[in-house]
């Protein structure tokens, strides 16, 4: 059984920073990228960032580019997600995901079907 849990959400304010940290558990892959999405009040769920194996690699969403940071320690089995300047429309539940494949060059996943494995989420709420 793999568990992901996500940590680190809360309620900030415009501008300010949080740091979301997402624990993967249980059993072990070999190589695997691995994903933040995030979905607002009564919005699809949609692509954040990813991440693969090595590090080496990243992919942002448009509208997190330049603020968001993705990174992982995989000796910790753990993924990060910085998230600088935040604005309200950053306000969602944030969510890890794992995906069986990884990612090089500009081939990666950022539709949900393709990750196999979830976290229950951490809400992130920014104030105006």
């Known amino acids: 059984q793999v568990q992901l849990v996500e940590s680190g959400g809360g309620l900030v304010q415009a501008g300010d920073s949080l740091r979301l940290s997402c624990v993967v558990s249980g059993r072990a892959f070999s190589r695997y990228a691995m994903g933040w999405f995030r979905q607002a009040p009564g919005k699809e769920r949609e692509f954040v960032a990813a991440?693969?194996?090595?590090?080496?690699?990243?992919y942002y969403s448009d509208s997190v580019k330049g603020r968001f940071t993705i990174s992982r320690a995989n000796a910790k089995n753990t993924v990060s997600l910085q998230m600088n300047s935040l604005k309200p429309e950053d306000t969602a539940v944030y969510y890890c995901a794992l995906d069986l494949r990884d990612y090089s060059g500009t081939y990666y996943h950022y539709r949900e079907y393709e990750y196999d494995y979830w976290g229950q989420g951490t809400q992130v709420t920014v104030s105006s």
């Open positions: 991440i693969s194996w090595s590090g080496a690699m990243t």
